[in-house]
Structures are given as C-alpha cells and as structure tokens.
C-alpha cells in the first residue's frame, strides 16, 4: 500500500482544490466553465487560463502514477481538458463565416467572438455590443493547443479540424497590424470602444504562430494532412513591432501587468534578454502593490470612484482613479511562475509570501485566490496622500478561475511534482538563449549561357537556369500562388490563406513537392512593374541587405538560402553587354565569404540541398481539393516563362544629330514638378496656373488606374531612336535651361492653350530626343487623355502605349526624372507599398505626405495599398514626379526602421513631403544652385543614390554631392556598392574626346571624410545659403567671398540648416514629451501657433503616454516652417528646464503662449546685437524670425536657449534684474 504522507497525499489535496475550485462548473455537454453560477457565459481566455491547472495536475499524476488509480485519475484530468478544449474548438468553428470575412477585412465586426454560452455554446451578445475581437485570447488558444498536443492529448480528431485550425493562424497572423480590445478587453483605457495595438496582443500571437508551425496535431498517429504551417515571416513581423513597442503596452496603457504574460510563462514570445529584464523592472516599478499588481496605471475598473451606471470614463476622470487602482493577486503567482522558469530563488520566495498573505482560506481549509483588492471609499482620501498605506477588502469572483489556476500550477512547480520543461514541452522557454552564428547560403544563377559567359570573363562561374535541373527554381509570386491552398476547405466555406506576399525568410527555404525539390527568388529580385529594380546598384544594395536581414532573423533549421538571379533584361548589362562593375564587385565579396559583416557561402544550388531547411508541401496533397485546383497546381510547376518581347533593341542603331528646333511645350514635364526649397516659393507656383490632370478621357474612361507594361501587337516600336539617349552637351541638368526652357517655365496654360496638336505629333514623329519626346507625349496625355489615337511612322497606336513605351525607354538609359514622371502618370504602385507603410506605422509612426499645411495628408492606420496609393496621389495634386519619389521614399524609410531603427528614435511623425523639400534643400546648398535647379537634380538621382541621401539626412551626417560625366559605352571595372551609376567615370578632358552622344552628366552622394568637416563642409554650405538666404550678406558679404577664412566664418548657416532638418524630421530631444507634460501640469495650458495644448490633457493621461505625446505632435506639426517649429521645441525645453530646477514652487495660472516667448527672444536678440533696421528687413525668415537668430548655436551666452530664457522672465513672473536676466540655475 502507498505511503500517504508523501507526494500521493499532496496530489490528493490539489486535485481536491481543484474540484471545488474550477472542475465542478465544468459544464457536462459542452466543457466549458461559466463566469459564475450566476453567470453562464464562459470567455476564451479565461477558460483556457482555467483548464491550464487541469492539464498541468493530469501531467504530474502521470508522472508519479505508481498505482492505477493515480493513472485513472491522470486520464480522468486528461478528458476534462479535452472537453473544454473540443468545446472551445466546436463554438469558434460556428462562426466559420466571421473567420473567413475576418482574413480578408480585419474588421472588428468580423471577429470571432470572445465569449459564449457554457450551456449551449452559442454567442450571447451581438457582435457590436462587447469587444470580440482580442487576439490574444485565440493566440492564447492556439499555443495551449500545441503545447498539450506536444504533451500527447489528442485534441484535434478530424482533418475539417486541422483546416480550422490552419485558418486560425490566418486569423492571429496579422496582429502585428491589426488593433484589437486586448487583454482587458478595453481598448483605449477610457472604455469608449476604440481598438488599438496592444503589445500583449502580438506578443501572444508571435508565441502561438512559432509554437504551432510543423506541428502534427494528430500527435503521434497523424499523416503529411494532419501538419499545420505557418509561414516564418509573419511571426518575425510580430516579433520586430513586439520589441519596437515593449515595455510599452499600447497608445494609452505605458505600462501593463499583462505584458509578464508574454515575457514569461505561457507565451515566451521575447528573445532580447535586456527588452524581457526592461519590462519586468518597469511592471515591478510602476504596478506593483501589497496586495497584487495594478492591470495598468489609471486603471479605474471597481474603484470607489468608478461610476457603476456606465461602462465608459469621461478623459478628464482618469486622473482620479490614480493610487487607487485595484490590485489584482493573480501577478503574484506569475511572478512566482516567472522566478521558477528562470531560476531566480529569491523572486520565488519573496511572491510566495506574498501570494499565501493574500489567500483567503475556507472553513474546510480550501484557499481561494479573489479577483482583486480595492480601497474602501472610506479610506480613499488618505491613500491619495500616502500610497500602499490603507487596508483593501477583497471584491470580485472567489475564487478567481484564471488566478487560481495559476496558483495550482505555481505549487505544482514549486513543490516538485512537475519541472518547468514539463509545462513547455516546445521549448519556449529556451527562446532567448543565445544562438550560433548564421552561415547564409548564396547561389547565383545566370538567366541563360550569354550571360554565364560574360560572368565567366571575369572569373566567376555561375550555372544558368537549365543547369540547376532536377532542382527548380520560381519566382516568389509562385510560392504565393502554392500557399494561397493552405487551409482550403469548401465543405466548411474556407477559401484558404490570402493571398499576401511572401516574405524573404519563406523563400530562403527549400520545398520539396512529390520527388521535387523547389527553390525559390525573393521577392525583392522579381521583375516588378515599379521601376526600382531598374537601378542595378539599389538591387545590390537591396541584396546585402537581405542577406543581414538573414543573419539576424533566421531562425529554422538549416541554413538559409537566397538565390541571387543575373537576368539578360539590360538592367545587369551596360550598353556593350558587360556586367556592370558594382555586380561584378559584390560576388567578389561573395566569394571571400564575408559581405557586410555577415558570413556567406556562395555556392551551386545541388550543393546546399543538404545544408538547407527543407519544408515540405504535403497539404498540396489533400485528396479534398477538386480536379480544378490539382490542374491550377500543375499549371503553376508546368508554366511557360514570359516571353514578352523586349521594349527596347539591344543592338546598336545609328545616332542622327539632333533637331536644333524647339517643340511649342518645351519644358512641361519640368513645370508639372511642385518642390520647392523655400515653402514661401509655393504660393508663387500655384498662382502661376499649371495644367489639371483629367480624370477621365474622351471616352469617359477612368484614367485613376495603373496601366500594365505591355507591348503593342506590333512588335515594332513606335518612338524614334530606341536606343538613342538624350543628346545634352556637357553640362548639369540644372545648367541646361536654355532662355526659352526659362521662358516657358513661368509661362502659364495661355500659350498652350492655342498649341496646334497635329504640330506636335510631326515633332514626335521627327525628334529622337528622350525628353522632347517626352514634353510632347505628356501635353498630348493632359490634353488628349491616354486612349487618344496617333499615328506614328504610319502606325496606329494610343497614347498610353507611347507612355509605356518612354518608361522603358527612360528606364533603359537611367534618366530618372522622367522614369519619376511616367510612373507617375501611368499610376504606377508600388508593390510592397502598403507593406511599408504598415512596417512604419506599427512600430508607433505617424506618417504624412504632401507638403504643409494645404496638401499634407495624415496617415495613422495602415492602409490597402490601393487607398494609400490615391491618398498619395491626390495629396501630390499636379506633380506626378513627387507622387513617384513618395512611394519610393516610404520604401526606404521602411528598409531603414527595419535595420537600423535608432535612426527614428525621438521622432513620432515621418513628413515625406518635407523630407523631399529638405533633400532639395541640401542639394542647392551643397551644388550652390537654384531651387529650381535643385529639385531637378533631386529628380534625376538614381534610387540608390536618393536612398543614399535620404539614409545621411537622418543620420545626420555630413555629405558631399559628386558631379561628373559618365560615358555608357565604356565597361565599368569592378566597384564598390558606394559607387555611382553603372559605367565607369571620366574627367572633363576626357569627355571632351568623346563626340557620342552617350555622354552624361551623374551626381553621386557619398559619406565626407573625417578631415574635410572642419573647412569643406562649412565652405559648401556657405555660400549655397547666401544664395538661397540673400540677407545673410549684410552680416559682412566680404566673409562670402573668402573661401579660407577661419573656423568662426565657415560655420556660417550651419544651424539654420540643423533646425531645418531636425524640424522637417519632427526629431525631439530624448525625454521631450513626458516634461513638456509637467509643464502642462504647473499651468492652465500652453498655446502655440494658435493651438492650444489644455491642463487637462494631464488628468486623461500620464506622462509616458503614446497618445500625450501625438496630442504634442499634432500642435506642433501645424507650424509649416521646420525651423520655426524647432525653435518652439527649444521654448519648450526651456519651459521644462523651469519645472525640473524650481523645485514645484512655480505654478502659473494663465495660459502660456509658446509662440510669443520665441518672437520676445527674437526681439531681445536683435536689439542686443544691434542690427541696422534695413538690414532688418531683409534678414527675416520663416514666422518674422531673423535668419541670424535661426543661425544661432542654442548653447552660449548668446546662444538661442539663453535669449529664450531672458523671454521667458519678461512674460512669465520670475524673479529677473533691471536688465532682465535670470538668475537662476536654467540660464
């Protein structure tokens, strides 16, 4: 007979808590567990929290069963669970319909529904009258699933089973985007129903996805049907916003219990040790209580001062529920859980003790863990003034399912019976353990053997695509197409996986279909129709990129492969068919096995098939798919490559000297550009009249859609001169701008008005020149709409296929402003525009586009890429070119937050519009140009070069723009990825030998040398400004001249060139907003430019708070002017200064207006530096400011901060002397 005293007694007593405590509610038909017996409805979370301590109780009885009892009672455990699990399962699988509508929607309405009857398992409330949709409860769901299938229950019984399941994870897989109720089921903080994105949220599904993926959920007795998949790049997206977003919990909540959930048992969705110990500390600091954990700060459910008679709070209440929040005991126990799992013996002891002081223990000697603890109204007042000093009664359910669940498991560990690696037979636990270096598996693959023979001239043997055979290799498109059958399942209605992008880590695997092996291109090295990858440099660029993105995310078994595509489109061939330098440069590095720090292995495609993770396609099996989707599968692995006959001759034709005759619309492709330097310029340009895009065509025909690339019938073309480049001479596409150019420029539509059309269509007919042909083209596009008929060398055609002829044409010779432009008006859309934009916006970004404040358009949800596209294009109005270089611009700022996320630190709101105008800004600084001329010059970089610009503007580097000429005939050796174009450069001297018309003018932005920013960089920025800034030459216009003047004189427009950038990136400094809110605190308000921030903002929200700090933003972002805008954030830091050294004695009770201590500074400024009048006059900048004041350094005697802070004591009562100096620690 077993000896009681031991482990079989105590199992005993928990099984015997258990009953009392959870099992005896257990409903007999359907397994779920009620609210309370008064209440039936059963929510999803709390049930599985609940079943948790069930489940874990059946594992220590199978563990220490030496008796058939023991083993009786374990399989006893085991079917409990099973039944709430199946019961569960059978609820969500009645709303199949929302589940399917929800994949494509993520609407709330949509969701599934977060509680129902534990009696008959239907929903108990509409869909619009709770808030259903809490990801985390199905994430939750879906990881207990897995972990208890790994543990050896059976819970999933048929294959219609494993669809819905399949299709579950479609449903969690967007969470990283898609805002919900949370954990508390809340949303907003203030109760009014809005959804935001809450970290706990995707912390939980990240956790669920990884848990589940290749999991058979028939255990040990299931087939290839019975594997769920989930896709890697999904749960990685989760992962990056996760820690973009900790220990933030969402917009409103800066902090939340919750969030222990995630870092520590059940989800360890966190692999960044010093994020996981971040989170912890902040919870412990800011939630924790004697009596348990506050759920988040000004959290008011169940306090004495809540009003019970509505759900919602007004914002100005928050303030009141502060120091009184109830506490919730449960956050004990998961602090125990949490020291248990991480071997912390000290955290372990200290919240079992305080854990068993909160307990409540029965006549029967039973201890129940209550929902929370509360101050008595009685009791309030004193605990505002001392916290933590009062007693709380405890209120709520009793016990607390979801609490005392926890508990159970808590002693269960504690006590020995179970070992945490038993809780996580998955092994989440061991996410944030280090792991090895990743080797990324490189093969380069010639599209045929011209190509293979050309790489083979320098030394580099590649295999083409033929060679790779029995292995084949598809563009990612297909792998989209393959898994868009994942989860199909007409019986039940479910279309399968939508059809998304897939992502670099899914094609860097091999698959393996039947006897096939399948590998696939990246997404990034397919043909798009966006004309990035027209730029050879920015591939490459791209390629190491992805190749860094692989090292630090991979992590599947095996090593990752990228395939790296060289195709004969003329993209990878200079005018001789060469490899242009920069690739063949990169596969040099490839070669010595390190490229951007990361270690690779370049290699053929049969040699990695080893060392690769293998994936296999086993639901393409599925006997339920019908005869139609085996014949889509079999069209997909038999398709034709495309053929479509090539825009543009790859021979060379004979070059006709150009017509010296000026077409009637010279020019109109450059007047259609909007950018301007100045903002004030604006105003100007709009008044001169520009030509309206039309909406529809003679026909009627919508012109608002993007027209594909594709050939006429005609295999021949229609424009002359195919491969004939733009015939400039030698000289700067700024200096071109012949008298006439000028005259047409600020010529109105009045001339074009009475232009005689059949005129143009001859010159078309004659001209060679890219860009005549081009002005020509867009008039008759505006005019004649893009289904306008023409005949060109006798044949017919439409005026949209001369445009997408000239894409291809410009795209070819890598003119990129009219590249820009034809994009624009054929409406082109980037492919991974919407997924860029998301990757911004969920990491806490606001973006805008358009230039302030009449066109700028806020974006702060993700978008469908179509709703982006036109928001873009309709904030772009006439300027096509800038609505191009938009989406171009959200790509990279995507790429950079991707990889170097630091960049944005202190910067809420991305202003592509004034990001374009500060880049224009810099280039007629750094070329001593126009504004004109600069935006021309900005729209002919190449995309790699406009990244390059971009990337230094935000880093705040110093830079120089290189001009050359560059001749397309001539091979370009190997190079580097810094370089610039695709050919090799000449000298002047040398160009003028060159009588081709090849010859063209190249800017290249690179990185200046340590040693040149002492005098070069100031001597470039001088004179640019003086130029720009005509004013400045009344400080001294001799210090202009001197090219070698001192230190003092070169640092001329430096700081009016910081504010400008720091202002147009919206860039703060660190800790800004959480002290512009003491400020706000100590006074009735603050008013800046009209706009005014009220006290009360203080009360609705603490200082941490993401949405105080996008109420700060959007005051500040009414100021157009970037550098006036920075000189408010100075007033502001100023005002922060008071607060933090005046020891809470200053308090002010009127409303302080921001704007009028920036314009007193000004004053004082120039009244002590003694400015002529006239000079005055001329000096004034944005706002009525003096351009001198903008040049003054904020540090100093007579730095800004010190004329701001002798403004500040004339217009606030602080104690200043008779010549208005402050004496006091902030001056």
């Given amino acids: 007979m077993r000896n009681r005293s031991n482990s079989g007694v105590r199992l005993d007593y928990y099984q015997r808590l258990l009953n009392k405590t959870i099992l005896k509610y257990q409903n007999p038909v359907t397994g779920l567990l009620p609210a309370s017996e008064e209440n039936s409805h059963a929510w999803v979370r709390d049930n599985v929290y609940a079943v948790l301590s069930v489940w874990a109780l059946a594992l220590a009885y199978r563990k220490t069963a030496d008796l058939d009892e023991d083993r009786a009672k374990a399989y006893e455990l085991e079917q409990s669970v099973v039944k709430l699990m199946r019961g569960l399962l059978r609820c969500m699988m009645s709303q199949v319909e929302k589940l399917e509508r929800f994949k494509h929607t993520q609407h709330v309405n949509d969701s599934l529904h977060a509680k129902y009857c534990s009696k008959t398992g239907k929903t108990v409330v509409g869909d619009q009258a709770w808030g259903h949709l809490q990801i985390d409860a199905t994430s939750l769901y879906i990881l207990s699933l897995a972990q208890m299938t790994a543990s050896g229950l059976q819970i999933i019984f048929t294959l219609d089973e494993v669809s819905f399941v399949q299709n579950l994870i479609f449903y969690i897989e967007t969470a990283y985007r898609t805002p919900d109720y949370g954990i508390w089921e809340r949303g907003d903080k203030t109760n009014h129903g809005l959804p935001e994105l809450n970290s706990s949220s995707i912390g939980m599904a990240k956790a669920a996805l990884e848990a589940i993926n290749e999991l058979d959920l028939f255990g040990a007795r299931g087939g290839p049907l019975s594997v769920v998949h989930v896709l890697p790049d999904e749960a990685q997206q989760c992962q990056a916003i996760l820690l973009s977003m900790l220990p933030r919990e969402s917009n409103s909540k800066e902090i939340d219990a919750a969030l222990l959930t995630v870092i520590s048992f059940p989800a360890f969705a966190v692999d960044d040790g010093e994020k996981v110990e971040e989170t912890r500390d902040s919870i412990v600091t800011k939630l924790e209580g004697k009596y348990g954990f506050c759920r988040f700060l000004r959290d008011g459910y169940k306090t004495a001062r809540e009003d019970p008679n509505r759900l919602h709070y007004e914002p100005w209440e928050l303030q009141v529920f502060e120091r009184i929040e109830c506490q919730w005991p449960m956050f004990f126990a998961l602090f125990v859980l949490d020291g248990l799992f991480n071997g912390r013996e000290e955290q372990v002891k200290k919240y079992s003790e305080k854990l068993d002081s909160v307990m409540i223990k029965t006549d029967e000697g039973i201890h129940l863990l209550p929902e929370l603890y509360a101050v008595h109204k009685e009791m309030v007042e004193q605990e505002y003034k001392t916290p933590n000093s009062q007693k709380r009664e405890a209120i709520g359910r009793l016990p607390h399912r979801w609490g005392q669940s926890l508990y159970i498991i808590s002693k269960l560990v504690q006590e020995g019976f179970l070992s945490p690696g038993e809780l996580d037979p998955l092994n989440r636990r061991l996410v944030s353990e280090p792991k090895p270096d990743i080797v990324v598996q490189v093969v380069i693959l010639a599209e045929d053997e011209f ?23 598809f563009p990612a498109s297909v792998l989209t197409q393959i898994y868009s059958l994942l989860g199909r399942n007409k019986k039940m209605g479910l279309t399968g996986r939508p059809k998304n992008e897939i992502g670099l880590l899914a094609t860097s695997k091999l698959y393996t279909y039947r006897d096939q092996i399948l590998a696939f291109i990246p997404q990034t090295a397919d043909e798009h129709q966006f004309y990035l990858p027209k730029d050879t440099l920015l591939k490459l660029d791209m390629f190491a990129n992805d190749v860094g993105f692989l090292s630090s995310y991979w992590g599947s078994l095996g090593r990752p492969l990228l395939i790296f595509p060289v195709s004969t489109n003329l993209n990878y061939l200079d005018v001789g068919h060469n490899p242009p330098g920069a690739l063949i440069g990169t596969i040099k590095k490839l070669q010595s ?9 370049l290699g053929n495609l049969a040699d990695f098939v080893t060392t690769s993770c293998i994936t296999k396609l086993s639901f393409l099996r599925d006997p339920s798919h019908s005869e139609e989707v085996k014949h889509f599968v079999g069209d997909i692995f038999n398709r034709i490559p495309d053929t479509r006959p090539r825009l543009l001759s790859s021979s060379r034709i004979k070059t006709r000297p150009r017509s010296h005759s000026k077409s009637s619309v010279h020019g109109i492709v450059r007047r259609s550009r909007s950018i301007q330097v100045d903002p004030a310029q604006a105003k100007d340009r709009e008044q001169s009249g520009g030509v309206p895009i039309p909406t529809t065509s003679a ?31 030698h000289q700067s596409p700024c200096s071109s701008s012949s008298p006439q150019l000028f005259h047409f420029f600020h010529q109105g539509t009045k001339q074009e008005s009475i232009i005689n059309v059949d005129e143009l269509v001859e010159q078309l007919n004659n001209t060679e020149v890219l860009h005549e042909q081009a002005d020509i083209i867009h008039y008759l596009y505006l005019h004649k709409g893009p289904d306008w008929e023409i005949t060109i060398d006798g044949k017919k055609c439409y005026i949209k296929e001369l445009l997408v002829e000239l894409y291809e044409k410009a795209g070819h010779w890598k003119h990129w402003g009219l590249v820009r432009h034809t994009a624009g008006l054929l409406k ?16 806490q970004k606001q973006l805008s586009v358009g230039l302030p404040p009449d066109r700028e358009r806020v974006i702060m949800r993700p978008l469908p890429p179509d709703e982006l596209a036109k928001i873009i294009f309709d904030a772009c109005g006439e300027d096509l070119s800038t609505a191009s270089l938009t989406q171009e611009l959200l790509i990279y700022l995507a790429m950079f937050i991707r990889t170097e996320p630091k960049l944005f630190n202190e910067m809420l709101r991305l202003r592509v519009g004034l990001i374009i105008q500060v880049m224009a800004s810099e280039l007629a600084r750094t070329l001593k140009c126009t504004g004109d001329e600069a935006s021309e010059h900005l729209m002919n970089l190449s995309p790699f070069e406009m990244k390059t610009l971009l990337h230094h503007i935000l880093s705040g580097k110093e830079f120089v723009i290189s001009t050359g000429y560059i001749h397309t005939c001539v091979p370009g050796p190997a190079g580097d990825l810094r370089g610039v174009g695709v050919s090799r450069w000449t000298t002047d001297s040398e160009t003028d030998e060159h009588t081709n018309v090849e010859d063209e003018c190249r800017l290249s932005v690179s990185t200046k040398k340590v040693g040149e920013e002492a005098t070069e960089f100031a001597r470039l920025s001088r004179k640019p400004h003086a130029k720009m800034q005509k004013s400045i030459h009344h400080i001294d216009p001799n210090d202009l001249e001197k090219d070698d003047e001192g230190v003092e004189s070169d640092r001329q427009g430096q700081w009016l060139r910081r504010r400008r950038l720091d202002g147009a990136l919206n860039r703060v400094p660190v800790g800004f907003y959480p002290r512009v809110w003491k400020v706000l605190k100590m006074c009735h308000g603050l008013v800046i430019e009209g706009q005014h921030l009220p006290h009360s903002l203080t009360r ?27 000189l408010m954030v100075e007033a502001l830091m100023v005002l922060t200064l008071l607060t933090e050294n005046d020891n809470s004695k200053l308090s002010f009770s009127t409303l302080i207006y921001v704007d009028k201590i920036v314009q007193t500074a000004n004053a004082i400024y120039l009244k002590d530096q003694k400015i002529p009048s006239d000079v005055m006059e001329h000096s004034k900048g944005a706002a009525g400011i003096s351009l001198h004041f903008y040049d003054t350094a904020p540090s100093g005697r007579f730095g800004t901060m010190s004329y701001l802070c002798r403004a500040l004591a004339t217009i606030l009562p602080i104690p200043v002397d008779k010549d208005a100096n402050v004496d006091c620690a902030v001056s």
């Fill in 451 to 473: 190509i293979q023979s050309k790489l083979w001239e320098h030394g580099i043997k590649v295999q083409t695509m033929e060679e790779v055979r029995p292995l084949q290799v």
């Fill in 593 to 601: 096995g390190y490229i951007a720090g990361t270690r690779v292995h």
């Fill in 699 to 729: 026909h009627g025909r919508s012109h608002d859609v993007e027209f594909p690339i594709q050939r006429p019938h005609s295999p021949n073309l229609h424009l002359k001169g195919s491969l004939h480049p733009l015939h400039y001479s």
């Fill in 828 to 843: 082109k859309r980037v492919e991974e525009l919407a997924l860029a934009a998301t990757d911004l916006l969920v990491r």
């Fill in 1100 to 1126: 609705e929200m603490t200082p941490g708070e993401f949405k105080f700090a996008l109420h700060v933003e959007m005051v500040l972002n009414r100021i157009p002017q970037p550098e006036y805008r920075q």
